[in-house]
């Protein structure tokens, strides 16, 4: 999603991210017997506040799939299925809250153009 309103780009980057991460979260824990699987994870949200720190930097932030380190399992997969739910719950309320704050800011941009 691509916008050069102010705020709405950061937001829409937010949802791309998180429907990402949802996707990784599901492809972890659909491996979650398969002997040797390394958990992945998502980078972004230390790129974003290293990005919205520095006031020369308007490029986007990018989400990157990266393995995450673990304790590992006699077979050599690392990933947790209690901690793949949590960070599903997490992911899910994120999405939620920055789908909200879109609707808010897209409907106070309308009424805006309306005159309202």
Not at 80 to 109: C, F, G, H, P
């Amino acid at each position: 999603m691509e916008t050069n309103l102010p705020g709405l780009s950061t937001l829409a980057q937010v949802l791309d991210t998180s429907a990402l991460r949802h996707r990784v979260i599901a492809q972890n824990v659909a491996n979650v017997n398969t002997p040797g699987y390394r958990r992945q994870t998502v980078a972004f949200e230390s790129d974003l506040a290293r990005a919205l720190a520095s006031p020369t930097s308007d490029a986007p932030v990018r989400s990157r799939i990266v393995t995450a380190d673990g304790p590992e399992r006699a077979d050599g997969n690392t990933v947790d299925i209690d901690r793949e739910m949590n960070d599903m719950t997490k992911n899910a309320l994120l999405y939620q809250a920055a789908t909200q704050i879109m609707a808010s800011r897209v409907a106070s941009l309308r009424a805006a153009i309306a005159g309202r």
